[in-house]
Protein backbone atom coordinates (compact mmCIF):
# COMPACT_ATOMS: atom_id res chain seq x y z
CA UNK A 1 0.00 0.00 0.00
CA UNK A 2 0.93 3.66 -1.19
CA UNK A 3 0.52 6.24 1.77
CA UNK A 4 1.79 10.31 0.30
CA UNK A 5 2.12 12.64 3.09
CA UNK A 6 1.63 16.31 2.55
CA UNK A 7 5.01 17.33 3.92
CA UNK A 8 5.89 20.41 2.38
CA UNK A 9 6.06 22.54 5.88
CA UNK A 10 9.36 21.99 6.82
CA UNK A 11 10.24 24.06 3.99
CA UNK A 12 8.67 26.77 5.05
CA UNK A 13 10.10 26.77 8.75
CA UNK A 14 9.25 24.35 12.08
CA UNK A 15 6.09 24.68 14.13
CA UNK A 16 3.78 22.49 15.47
CA UNK A 17 2.59 20.49 11.90
CA UNK A 18 6.20 19.32 11.37
CA UNK A 19 6.42 17.99 15.42
CA UNK A 20 2.81 16.43 14.60
CA UNK A 21 4.80 14.76 11.07
CA UNK A 22 8.02 13.79 12.90
CA UNK A 23 5.97 12.12 14.97
CA UNK A 24 3.89 9.90 12.68
CA UNK A 25 6.82 9.18 10.64
CA UNK A 26 8.97 8.32 13.67
CA UNK A 27 6.49 6.14 15.52
CA UNK A 28 4.33 2.94 13.77
CA UNK A 29 1.01 5.64 14.14
CA UNK A 30 -0.27 5.16 10.51
CA UNK A 31 -0.13 1.65 10.65
CA UNK A 32 -2.07 1.68 13.80
CA UNK A 33 -4.81 4.05 12.04
CA UNK A 34 -4.54 1.95 8.83
CA UNK A 35 -3.75 -1.03 10.43
CA UNK A 36 -1.68 -1.63 7.69
CA UNK A 37 1.73 -2.98 8.12
CA UNK A 38 3.17 -3.24 4.77
CA UNK A 39 2.99 0.90 3.99
CA UNK A 40 5.08 2.31 1.63
CA UNK A 41 5.43 6.34 2.10
CA UNK A 42 5.92 9.13 -0.15
CA UNK A 43 6.61 12.24 1.38
CA UNK A 44 5.68 15.03 -1.02
CA UNK A 45 7.75 18.29 -0.98
CA UNK A 46 7.09 21.08 -3.11
CA UNK A 47 9.92 20.17 -5.60
CA UNK A 48 10.60 16.79 -4.93
CA UNK A 49 8.99 13.41 -3.69
CA UNK A 50 11.04 11.37 -1.00
CA UNK A 51 10.47 7.85 -0.45
CA UNK A 52 11.03 7.32 3.17
CA UNK A 53 12.24 3.75 3.24
CA UNK A 54 14.85 5.54 1.92
CA UNK A 55 15.48 7.47 5.12
CA UNK A 56 16.54 6.27 8.61
CA UNK A 57 12.97 6.78 10.74
CA UNK A 58 15.22 8.00 13.92
CA UNK A 59 17.46 10.69 12.27
CA UNK A 60 14.99 13.01 10.68
CA UNK A 61 17.74 15.75 10.26
CA UNK A 62 16.70 15.45 6.71
CA UNK A 63 13.59 17.21 7.11
CA UNK A 64 15.33 20.55 8.48
CA UNK A 65 14.56 23.87 6.80
CA UNK A 66 18.10 23.94 5.97
CA UNK A 67 18.11 20.76 3.50
CA UNK A 68 15.61 22.93 1.13
CA UNK A 69 18.22 25.80 0.02
CA UNK A 70 16.94 26.33 -3.81
CA UNK A 71 13.10 25.73 -2.86
CA UNK A 72 11.28 28.63 -4.89
CA UNK A 73 8.92 29.07 -2.46
CA UNK A 74 11.41 30.26 -0.07
CA UNK A 75 12.30 33.48 -2.65
CA UNK A 76 9.19 34.94 -3.09
CA UNK A 77 7.16 37.12 -1.13
CA UNK A 78 4.65 36.13 1.76
CA UNK A 79 1.18 37.28 -1.02
CA UNK A 80 2.48 34.99 -3.39
CA UNK A 81 3.88 31.74 -1.47
CA UNK A 82 0.06 31.74 -0.37
CA UNK A 83 -0.96 32.00 -3.92
CA UNK A 84 1.71 29.77 -4.80
CA UNK A 85 0.55 27.02 -2.22
CA UNK A 86 -2.73 27.37 -3.27
CA UNK A 87 -1.94 26.49 -6.65
CA UNK A 88 0.72 23.67 -5.64
CA UNK A 89 -1.54 21.92 -2.99
CA UNK A 90 -5.14 22.25 -5.33
CA UNK A 91 -3.88 21.30 -8.74
CA UNK A 92 -0.14 19.99 -8.54
CA UNK A 93 -0.38 18.11 -5.65
CA UNK A 94 -3.25 15.54 -7.31
CA UNK A 95 -1.09 14.82 -10.16
CA UNK A 96 2.01 13.86 -8.33
CA UNK A 97 -0.39 11.97 -6.09
CA UNK A 98 -2.07 9.99 -9.61
CA UNK A 99 1.30 9.77 -11.05
CA UNK A 100 3.05 8.27 -8.33
CA UNK A 101 0.03 5.64 -7.81
CA UNK A 102 -0.86 6.28 -4.52
CA UNK A 103 -3.53 4.73 -2.51
CA UNK A 104 -4.21 6.89 0.54
CA UNK A 105 -3.22 10.44 0.55
CA UNK A 106 -3.08 12.39 4.37
CA UNK A 107 -2.87 16.23 4.31
CA UNK A 108 -1.50 16.73 7.79
CA UNK A 109 -3.71 20.04 8.39
CA UNK A 110 -7.11 20.68 8.43
CA UNK A 111 -7.87 20.54 3.85
CA UNK A 112 -8.00 18.25 1.41
CA UNK A 113 -6.99 19.29 -2.73
CA UNK A 114 -10.07 20.59 -4.63
CA UNK A 115 -10.52 17.53 -6.42
CA UNK A 116 -9.99 13.51 -4.97
CA UNK A 117 -6.79 12.07 -6.14
CA UNK A 118 -6.14 8.89 -4.19
CA UNK A 119 -8.35 6.01 -3.70
CA UNK A 120 -8.86 7.35 0.29
CA UNK A 121 -8.04 10.70 1.60
CA UNK A 122 -7.17 11.35 5.66
CA UNK A 123 -7.26 14.34 7.23
CA UNK A 124 -5.52 15.44 10.31
CA UNK A 125 -7.17 18.41 12.71
CA UNK A 126 -5.73 19.93 15.41
CA UNK A 127 -7.54 22.83 15.91
CA UNK A 128 -11.07 24.90 14.83
CA UNK A 129 -9.31 28.50 16.15
CA UNK A 130 -10.58 30.46 13.40
CA UNK A 131 -14.32 29.20 14.67
CA UNK A 132 -13.63 29.89 17.85
CA UNK A 133 -12.41 33.29 17.42
CA UNK A 134 -11.82 35.07 13.72
CA UNK A 135 -9.02 37.19 15.23
CA UNK A 136 -7.20 34.33 15.72
CA UNK A 137 -6.29 33.76 11.97
CA UNK A 138 -5.98 35.82 9.07
CA UNK A 139 -8.45 36.94 6.54
CA UNK A 140 -7.16 34.85 4.13
CA UNK A 141 -7.39 31.71 5.99
CA UNK A 142 -10.91 31.94 7.37
CA UNK A 143 -11.77 32.82 3.53
CA UNK A 144 -10.50 29.19 2.50
CA UNK A 145 -11.78 27.54 5.50
CA UNK A 146 -15.51 28.77 5.40
CA UNK A 147 -15.53 27.16 1.17
CA UNK A 148 -13.34 24.35 1.95
CA UNK A 149 -13.15 22.75 5.20
CA UNK A 150 -16.67 21.68 5.24
CA UNK A 151 -16.11 20.21 1.71
CA UNK A 152 -12.72 18.52 3.40
CA UNK A 153 -14.29 16.65 6.67
CA UNK A 154 -17.45 15.52 4.54
CA UNK A 155 -14.93 13.83 1.86
CA UNK A 156 -12.38 12.13 3.93
CA UNK A 157 -12.30 8.80 4.53
CA UNK A 158 -10.92 8.88 7.73
CA UNK A 159 -10.50 12.38 10.18
CA UNK A 160 -7.95 12.16 12.72
CA UNK A 161 -7.95 14.68 15.45
CA UNK A 162 -5.22 14.67 18.34
CA UNK A 163 -7.30 15.78 21.49
CA UNK A 164 -10.90 14.82 23.14
CA UNK A 165 -10.95 18.64 22.73
CA UNK A 166 -10.87 19.04 19.34
CA UNK A 167 -13.02 16.04 18.51
CA UNK A 168 -15.89 17.74 20.93
CA UNK A 169 -15.48 21.18 18.70
CA UNK A 170 -15.49 18.94 15.18
CA UNK A 171 -18.81 17.33 16.45
CA UNK A 172 -19.76 20.62 17.38
CA UNK A 173 -19.34 22.70 13.71
CA UNK A 174 -20.13 19.73 11.53
CA UNK A 175 -22.06 16.78 11.81
CA UNK A 176 -19.30 14.31 11.25
CA UNK A 177 -20.28 10.42 12.11
CA UNK A 178 -18.49 9.25 14.57
CA UNK A 179 -17.07 6.50 12.72
CA UNK A 180 -15.01 8.68 10.65
CA UNK A 181 -12.92 10.10 13.46
CA UNK A 182 -9.47 8.42 14.74
CA UNK A 183 -8.53 10.28 18.24
CA UNK A 184 -4.78 10.28 18.46
CA UNK A 185 -2.50 10.28 21.76
CA UNK A 186 0.45 12.22 20.62
CA UNK A 187 4.01 11.77 22.21
CA UNK A 188 7.09 13.45 21.29
CA UNK A 189 10.20 12.14 19.99
CA UNK A 190 12.42 10.50 22.64
CA UNK A 191 14.90 13.29 22.00
CA UNK A 192 13.18 15.23 24.73
CA UNK A 193 14.22 13.67 27.57
CA UNK A 194 15.73 15.04 31.32
CA UNK A 195 19.59 16.01 31.02
CA UNK A 196 21.82 17.39 32.91
CA UNK A 197 23.16 21.29 32.37
CA UNK A 198 26.44 19.60 32.57
CA UNK A 199 26.59 17.47 29.70
CA UNK A 200 28.44 18.23 26.62
CA UNK A 201 25.57 18.89 23.94
CA UNK A 202 23.76 20.95 26.64
CA UNK A 203 26.65 23.01 27.40
CA UNK A 204 27.70 23.42 23.88
CA UNK A 205 23.62 24.62 22.85
CA UNK A 206 23.81 27.27 25.67
CA UNK A 207 27.02 28.36 24.28
CA UNK A 208 25.67 28.52 20.48
CA UNK A 209 23.15 31.01 21.09
CA UNK A 210 24.42 32.56 24.41
CA UNK A 211 21.63 31.21 26.85
CA UNK A 212 21.58 32.92 29.93
CA UNK A 213 21.54 30.63 33.17
CA UNK A 214 17.84 31.77 34.87
CA UNK A 215 15.40 32.13 32.30
CA UNK A 216 11.84 30.90 31.25
CA UNK A 217 11.01 29.56 28.27
CA UNK A 218 8.13 29.83 25.39
CA UNK A 219 7.95 27.95 22.48
CA UNK A 220 5.79 29.05 19.69
CA UNK A 221 4.69 31.66 17.48
CA UNK A 222 3.92 35.06 18.61
CA UNK A 223 0.58 35.32 17.69
CA UNK A 224 -2.85 36.63 19.27
CA UNK A 225 -3.93 33.08 20.19
CA UNK A 226 -1.03 32.37 22.30
CA UNK A 227 -1.51 35.42 24.66
CA UNK A 228 1.46 37.32 24.34
CA UNK A 229 0.41 39.83 26.68
CA UNK A 230 0.46 37.32 29.37
CA UNK A 231 3.95 36.58 28.74
CA UNK A 232 5.59 40.35 28.45
CA UNK A 233 3.20 41.09 31.43
CA UNK A 234 4.52 38.33 33.28
CA UNK A 235 8.65 39.12 32.79
CA UNK A 236 7.49 42.49 33.44
CA UNK A 237 6.55 42.16 36.66
CA UNK A 238 8.75 39.24 37.88
CA UNK A 239 12.19 41.74 37.11
CA UNK A 240 10.20 44.50 39.20
CA UNK A 241 9.45 41.99 42.44
CA UNK A 242 12.89 42.24 43.84
CA UNK A 243 13.18 38.75 44.75
CA UNK A 244 16.93 38.05 44.87
CA UNK A 245 16.49 34.64 42.69
CA UNK A 246 14.96 36.87 39.91
CA UNK A 247 17.33 39.28 39.53
CA UNK A 248 19.17 37.68 36.24
CA UNK A 249 15.76 35.75 35.23
CA UNK A 250 15.04 36.33 31.38
CA UNK A 251 12.63 35.06 29.24
CA UNK A 252 12.97 33.14 26.16
CA UNK A 253 10.94 33.24 23.25
CA UNK A 254 11.48 30.14 20.24
CA UNK A 255 8.86 30.92 17.04
CA UNK A 256 8.24 32.72 14.35
CA UNK A 257 5.52 35.47 13.92
CA UNK A 258 1.62 34.64 13.24
CA UNK A 259 -1.96 35.74 12.82
CA UNK A 260 -1.53 39.03 15.14
CA UNK A 261 2.15 39.02 16.68
CA UNK A 262 3.53 41.73 14.80
CA UNK A 263 2.16 44.48 17.06
CA UNK A 264 4.11 42.63 19.94
CA UNK A 265 7.64 43.18 18.29
CA UNK A 266 8.54 46.09 19.41
CA UNK A 267 8.63 45.49 22.86
CA UNK A 268 9.66 42.19 22.87
CA UNK A 269 13.17 43.65 20.95
CA UNK A 270 13.84 46.45 23.12
CA UNK A 271 12.85 44.07 26.84
CA UNK A 272 16.51 43.48 27.70
CA UNK A 273 14.98 40.75 29.63
CA UNK A 274 13.63 38.77 26.12
CA UNK A 275 15.53 37.08 24.14
CA UNK A 276 13.87 36.00 20.65
CA UNK A 277 15.33 33.47 18.40
CA UNK A 278 12.97 33.09 15.34
CA UNK A 279 14.54 29.73 13.98
CA UNK A 280 16.14 27.43 16.06
CA UNK A 281 17.59 24.18 14.86
CA UNK A 282 15.78 20.95 15.52
CA UNK A 283 18.32 18.84 16.99
CA UNK A 284 19.07 22.11 18.92
CA UNK A 285 15.51 22.73 20.24
CA UNK A 286 15.79 19.57 22.85
CA UNK A 287 18.62 21.55 25.07
CA UNK A 288 16.38 24.38 25.12
CA UNK A 289 14.03 23.11 27.79
CA UNK A 290 16.50 21.25 29.28
CA UNK A 291 17.97 24.25 30.18
CA UNK A 292 15.25 26.54 30.65
CA UNK A 293 14.06 26.61 34.80
CA UNK A 294 10.29 26.85 33.75
CA UNK A 295 8.60 26.08 30.43
CA UNK A 296 5.16 28.89 30.61
CA UNK A 297 2.42 28.69 27.99
CA UNK A 298 -0.67 30.84 28.35
CA UNK A 299 -2.66 30.30 25.68
CA UNK A 300 -6.13 31.03 25.06
CA UNK A 301 -6.84 28.08 22.94
CA UNK A 302 -5.23 25.13 21.64
CA UNK A 303 -6.13 21.85 19.75
CA UNK A 304 -2.97 20.04 20.92
CA UNK A 305 0.21 21.67 22.24
CA UNK A 306 3.54 19.48 21.51
CA UNK A 307 5.36 22.31 23.00
CA UNK A 308 3.94 21.34 26.28
CA UNK A 309 4.43 17.59 25.50
CA UNK A 310 7.82 18.41 24.68
CA UNK A 311 8.42 20.40 27.99
CA UNK A 312 6.46 17.50 30.31
CA UNK A 313 8.83 14.89 28.88
CA UNK A 314 12.50 17.19 29.56
CA UNK A 315 11.48 17.28 33.16
CA UNK A 316 10.91 20.83 33.73
CA UNK A 317 8.10 22.41 35.63
CA UNK A 318 5.24 23.59 33.32
CA UNK A 319 2.41 26.32 33.74
CA UNK A 320 -0.15 26.87 31.32
CA UNK A 321 -3.31 28.03 30.74
CA UNK A 322 -6.48 25.97 32.03
CA UNK A 323 -8.17 26.05 28.65
CA UNK A 324 -9.24 23.77 26.03
CA UNK A 325 -7.05 21.21 25.42
CA UNK A 326 -4.60 21.85 28.45
CA UNK A 327 -6.20 19.64 31.07
CA UNK A 328 -6.11 16.63 29.52
CA UNK A 329 -2.54 17.10 27.99
CA UNK A 330 -1.32 18.48 30.97
CA UNK A 331 -2.91 16.08 33.90
CA UNK A 332 -0.79 15.95 37.05
CA UNK A 333 2.41 17.06 35.24
CA UNK A 334 2.09 20.78 35.62
CA UNK A 335 0.03 23.88 36.98
CA UNK A 336 -2.72 25.78 35.12
CA UNK A 337 -4.50 28.90 35.67
CA UNK A 338 -7.35 30.95 33.85
CA UNK A 339 -5.36 32.75 30.61
CA UNK A 340 -6.05 36.03 32.35
CA UNK A 341 -4.53 35.11 35.91
CA UNK A 342 -1.46 36.80 36.06
CA UNK A 343 -0.93 37.30 39.33
CA UNK A 344 -1.22 33.27 40.22
CA UNK A 345 1.26 33.00 36.81
CA UNK A 346 3.74 35.07 38.31
CA UNK A 347 3.42 33.71 42.07
CA UNK A 348 3.64 29.56 40.62
CA UNK A 349 6.94 31.09 38.74
CA UNK A 350 8.19 32.91 41.71
CA UNK A 351 7.83 29.66 43.96
CA UNK A 352 9.42 27.00 41.88
CA UNK A 353 12.20 29.71 41.23
CA UNK A 354 13.04 30.83 44.58
CA UNK A 355 13.11 27.03 45.59
Not at 70 to 92: D, E, G, H, Q, R
Not at 171 to 185: C, D, G, R, T
Not at 190 to 199: A, H, Q, S, Y
Request: charged content about 25%; overall charge positive; aromatic content about 14%.
Amino acid sequence: MRLAIDTHYFEEGFGGIQSFIEWILSDKVLEEILKENDIEKYLFFYNRTVNFKDVKSENLNFLSKNNFPNTKISKISKLFKKIYWFYWFNFILPVRVKKYKIDIFLSPNHFLPLLKCAKKEVVVVHDFAWQINSKWKNLGYRIYAIFFQKMSLARANKILVISQSTKKDLQKFYSVPENKIFLLKPKTREIFKPRKKTDKKVKEVQKKYNLPQNFILFVGQIEERKNIPALLEMINRLKNSKVKELINLKLVIVGNVGPGGKKYLNEIKNNKNILWFRNVAQDDLPYFYNLAKIFFMPSFYEGLCFPVLEAINSGIPVITSNTSSFPEVIGNNGIMFSSNDYNSFCEAIKKIISG
